[in-house]
């Protein structure tokens, strides 16, 4: 992409995909692709969590990238 937007912060790792909690006021489209900020795709977002004005998203995870990589608190990103 030209150009990513920040999605959401990493939570945690669960069954090998990462829990994130949304930033973007915006709610992800299912199989959105995620990236670091750098444009590197990570993943794409797999499940909506939560209620409509406070949610999570879990993201599954690209071949070759772990959750376990991620720390709380790292940023993620997606195409607009």
């Known amino acids: 992409p030209d150009y990513v937007v920040e999605l959401g912060e990493a939570m945690h790792e669960c069954e090998e995909q990462l829990i994130c909690?949304?930033?973007n006021e915006k709610i992800p489209y299912f199989n959105?692709?995620?990236f670091l900020q750098d444009k590197e795709q990570i993943g794409q977002v797999d499940e909506i969590i939560g209620?409509?004005?406070d949610f999570m998203f879990s993201v599954?995870?690209?071949d070759g990238k772990k959750a376990s990589d991620f720390k709380e608190g790292d940023k993620v990103y997606i195409d607009p």
Request: include cysteine; glycine fraction near 8%.
């Open 21 to 23: 909690k949304c930033t």
């Open 32 to 34: 959105g692709r995620v």
């Open 51 to 53: 209620l409509i004005h």
């Open 60 to 62: 599954a995870m690209k």
